[in-house]
């Protein structure tokens, strides 16, 4: 999906740095609660100890405990948390396309509120259904096909979205209205 601009890897630390080093950006997970198991209970034991900023259900309202289990959850991650680390470094490799990390400059409030918008598509036919963009499987899919404008829409309030991989994470960004992919390889951690 991205570019082949032959980046070096990087280290977990130089890839902790890359993610950190706009300090005007606040850093945010969407993680998909059907992917990472146990996810409430992870999220309620991180918040506990210090280790989220904040961090709410995409679903709004009351749920179901299966609810919560299967729902997508924006997280204001600490830079220096241990789940951050597990997050950024063990999470792509225990639970594959768990979400997306994004750098933004809103504040947690307006990034929830444009994520649940988004989180609804309306068809041709005019049948509109949930549409869960947080998905990296989806958000490759969508951003070749949607219109530019859509795609615009979506990506505006992210500085900077970022996939996650075993081997390297896809960096997407908007500059001068042009939509830029490129790949970001790690190096393989010590055994």
């Known amino acids: 999906m991205g570019t082949p601009d032959n980046r070096p890897p990087l280290s977990a630390p130089q890839f902790e740095s890359m993610v950190w080093a706009d300090a005007s950006a606040q850093v945010y997970a969407l993680v998909l ?32 405990p299966a609810q919560r289990r299967q729902a997508p959850y924006l997280l204001q991650l600490e830079q220096k948390s241990a789940f951050t680390s597990w997050l950024l470094h063990e999470a792509a490799a225990d639970f594959g396309d768990w979400g997306l990390l994004i750098q933004a400059r809103r504040d947690f409030l307006a990034l929830r509120s444009h994520c649940r918008a988004n989180s609804r598509a309306r068809l041709p036919d005019g049948q509109e259904i949930a549409l869960e963009w947080m998905d990296p499987a989806v958000l490759r899919a969508l951003l070749p096909l949607a219109p530019g404008e859509q795609v615009e829409t979506l990506l505006a309030p992210f500085e900077r979205v970022l996939i996650p991989g075993t081997t390297g994470w896809t960096l997407i960004a908007q500059h001068a209205g042009r939509l830029e992919l490129h790949e970001q390889p790690l190096l393989a951690a010590a055994a």
């Open 33 to 64: 609660g059907r992917v990472v198991g146990e996810l409430p209970e992870r999220l309620a034991a991180a918040d506990a100890s210090g280790q989220l900023r904040s961090w709410d259900c995409l679903w709004p309202g009351a749920l179901t």
